[in-house]
């Protein structure tokens, strides 16, 4: 039987077995931590590649952020923001490994939008108009509409204020929007 506890428990966090997990990994549970990356690995891998467009370097990156968040997941606070706490330690690896090549980049038509009925050089227009815009900014476009994270997650991983992630998105689109009438006007 249910007791009252375990359904307040069940209903403040949508997946209990894995807030568990992340429980006894910050009780180094290395068993458990393993699963926890086994879970989000494939997700941390595209979100490291939307940055640097090298299979290896996204391995890298990965593989240097399992490491930074095994040894620091002791400092984790609340177990339920796992997923959003290791992209940030992931984001800021992949910043800083793009900081320390200090070579542009171009997205790889590999990234897949979700809107099939984009051509693809209206897709590689896209992809090449995000790699122009500033850190942030592409930052927020890539977390809300290729991660479809909701504006909360965004807000922690980039450590702004909500308020602040919305108008980096409205200007990230205004800046997108001008690049590609741009790059129309020049064709």
Not at 20 to 39: P, Q, Y
Not at 108 to 131: G, P, R
Request: aromatic share 10%.
């Amino acid at each position: 039987m249910i007791n009252e506890n375990t359904l307040i428990y069940r209903f403040y966090n949508k997946n209990p077995m894995k807030n568990d997990l992340v429980k006894m990994a910050m009780k180094g549970d290395s068993k458990a931590f393993t699963s926890l990356i086994r879970e989000n690995k494939k997700y941390l891998y595209k979100m490291a590649y939307s940055y640097v467009k090298n299979e290896q370097m996204a391995l890298d990156i990965l593989q240097e952020s399992i490491y930074k968040a095994f040894v620091n997941i002791k400092k984790l606070k609340r177990e339920n923001v796992f997923k959003t706490w290791i992209t940030k330690i992931l984001i800021n690896e992949c910043i800083n490994t793009i900081r320390k090549n200090a070579k542009v980049t171009y997205l790889n038509n590999d990234i897949l939008i979700k809107n099939e009925s984009i051509s693809i050089d209206e897709k590689l227009d896209l992809y090449e108009a995000i790699d122009q815009l500033r850190d942030g900014y592409k930052t927020v476009i890539i977390l809300k509409y290729f991660n479809d994270l909701p504006l909360k997650d965004i807000s922690y991983i980039m450590d702004i204020p909500e308020n602040t992630v919305k108008s980096h998105l409205k200007r990230a689109k205004n800046d997108l929007s001008k690049i590609l009438k741009e790059d129309f006007l020049n064709e």
